[in-house]
């Protein structure tokens, strides 16, 4: 018996983390930052990735966690960004400096959306 393809669950969970993305991409283009890399991860097991990495008129380079939530339920889409989601981050974003000549100034943001709503957080968060 043949089956009929169809898509996986994460295949749709990709696609909308990909297009929560975009939308986020372009709110920050249109308050001037610019883009630097986006999908950031670090080699191996264990490290991490930054969805946006983006640099603000100012020379702040910015470390943008993107979250997406149907609603504000549970705490909504900023608060999923747990302690430890935090340190990933914070790793990766140490890993991509390595690689610059000089340490610019840098943040960590969170882009929410929760039902198309886009709520931009500058400073969610501090290296520890």
């Keep these: 018996m043949v089956f009929p393809f169809r898509k996986s669950d994460t295949d749709t969970t990709k696609q909308r983390g990909d297009a929560a993305e975009d939308m986020a991409l372009r709110f920050l283009q ?8 986006r999908n950031y991860r670090t080699p191996g097991r264990g490290g991490g990735e930054i969805d946006l990495i983006m640099r603000a008129p100012d020379g702040t380079v910015v470390f943008v966690e993107v979250r997406q939530r149907k609603n504000a339920a549970f705490g909504g889409a900023a608060a ?3 302690s430890t989601k935090q340190r990933r981050i914070v790793f990766a974003a140490r890993h991509y400096l390595m690689r610059l000549a000089t340490q610019p100034p840098c943040r960590f943001d969170i882009v929410s959306i929760e039902q198309g709503q886009i709520d931009w957080l500058p400073g969610a968060f501090d290296a520890h």
């Design 30 to 37: 249109n308050e001037k930052l610019r883009l630097l890399e």
């Design 80 to 82: 999923s960004v747990t």
